[in-house]
């Protein structure tokens, strides 16, 4: 029945993104999911439901799938990030400081997270299907040592921060901070963490960070194909335990990736798109708070 719903939505007639003619990744598009296994589409699009079956019984599935758009919606999100002559997608700039950070209208989105997390590696899963659209990314912590903007259209721009922890800038604080207390546009910051080897020192310092702030943010959980199942829950379910008990400003569900994989890159795609207001879910998300934010964007 899934794997018929996903052909229904990308029959021949249905508006596709058409992809740059430089190489894309092969997932880049849903339309590259139809002809896989179900399973295997299953987990591109909703990679909880691999980790799902070895949950205890006892575990409250719900704050994993408060967030759980239809494919329709995640092929409205996934146009967004398709550039063409009307809607460009592009590196705009570079900032070392906040007094640099360029004055834009659009709804703002930025990912921060420890050095060698998978920031840049994430964001260039996100622009796939415009793979001219530069991202750096480099295999040595802390490359990135500036705040990087990329315009999506006139839709949104999302921010790539330096990392934290490990080979970070000197003046990270003081250059992650401000931005994160006063960018008007900012509607959401996403804090990464690996999956791999769970919550760290460092992330927790970042957490209360963002804590302090008071302004939404959201978990995401990297690398999610590397190390072993139990490993992966282990982490997961300590990282749920940390955000039910020392957060009220985080959303309740982790959102797991796999840059390499390209697991929820599309279900992440569809959540920014909802959250800085660029498309409306066909079914809301089945969080009201979540929802009524989206809406008052």
């Not at 995640?74 to 550039?83: R, V």
């Not at 599309?266 to 089945?286: D, E, K, M, V, W």
């Amino acid at each position: 029945m899934f794997s018929l719903q996903l052909r229904l939505w990308l029959h021949p007639g249905a508006q596709v993104c058409v992809v740059s003619r430089l190489k894309a990744h092969r997932l880049a598009s849903l339309q590259n999911t139809v002809a896989l296994p179900q399973k295997k589409t299953q987990s591109l699009l909703y990679p909880f439901s691999q980790v799902e079956p070895y949950l205890d019984r006892s575990i409250d599935r719900t704050q994993f799938q408060l967030f759980h758009p239809s494919v329709e919606d995640m092929l409205k999100a996934e146009k967004l990030f398709c550039s063409s002559p009307s809607h460009k997608i592009d590196y705009y700039i570079s900032a070392e400081r906040m007094d640099h950070a360029p004055v834009m209208k659009q709804p703002e989105v930025c990912f921060i997270g420890r050095s060698n997390v998978g920031k840049s590696s994430l964001i260039k899963a996100l622009f796939s299907l415009t793979p001219e659209v530069e991202v750096r990314v480099s295999k040595t912590p802390g490359h990135t040592k500036k705040m990087n903007f990329f315009r999506v259209g006139k839709a949104f721009t999302i921010v790539d921060m330096p990392g934290y922890g490990h080979k970070a800038p000197k003046d990270f604080v003081d250059m992650v901070e401000p931005y994160l207390y006063s960018r008007k546009n900012l509607v959401r910051t996403f804090l990464l963490v690996d999956g791999s080897v769970g919550l760290q020192k460092a992330d927790l310092i970042a957490l209360e960070m963002c804590e302090e702030i008071r302004r939404p943010y959201v978990m995401v959980v990297t690398k999610i194909d590397k190390g072993t199942r139990g490993v992966l829950l282990s982490n997961l379910m300590h990282l749920q335990d940390a955000v039910k008990t020392h957060t009220s400003s985080c959303f309740p569900q982790p959102f797991l990736l796999s840059s390499l994989n390209f697991w929820g890159i599309y279900l992440l795609r569809c959540f920014i798109a909802h959250i800085t207001g660029s498309i409306t879910l066909t079914t809301p998300p089945t969080n009201s708070n979540e929802g009524a934010t989206a809406h008052n964007l």
